[in-house]
C-alpha cells in the first residue's frame, strides 16, 4: 500500500450549532479548533448545522430554528454581528 496516499483517520467531535448536542466519532476531517470532551483529551471540534438531533426526520417532528433567517444564520456562523 502507497505511504501518505489516504488522509489520517482520527477521533474528532462534532458539535450541532442549531441544538449544540456534541457526539465523539473517527473522521479524517480535520479543524484548528479543539475541544475538551467528557474523557479529559482534546479533540478536534467540526461544528455542523443538523445531526440526528435536530434532523426531521430522527425527531419525528419539526424543530423552529433559533438563529433566524439565513442572513441571520450566516453572520451567526461566521461571527459578524
Keep these: 500500500m502507497k ?13 450541532d450549532t442549531s441544538s449544540d448536542y456534541k457526539f465523539l ?11 475538551e470532551w467528557e474523557d479529559g483529551n482534546t479533540y478536534p471540534l467540526i461544528r455542523v448545522e443538523i445531526s440526528s438531533d435536530s434532523h426531521p426526520f430522527y425527531t419525528g417532528k419539526q424543530k423552529a ?3 433566524g433567517g439565513r442572513v441571520d444564520r ?3 456562523k461566521y461571527k459578524l454581528n
Design 74 to 76: 450566516f453572520k451567526k
Design 3 to 15: 505511504k501518505d496516499l489516504h488522509p489520517e483517520y482520527q477521533k474528532v467531535v462534532f458539535l
Design 65 to 67: 430554528d433559533k438563529a
Design 25 to 35: 466519532s473517527g473522521s479524517t476531517k480535520t479543524s484548528d479548533e479543539t475541544i
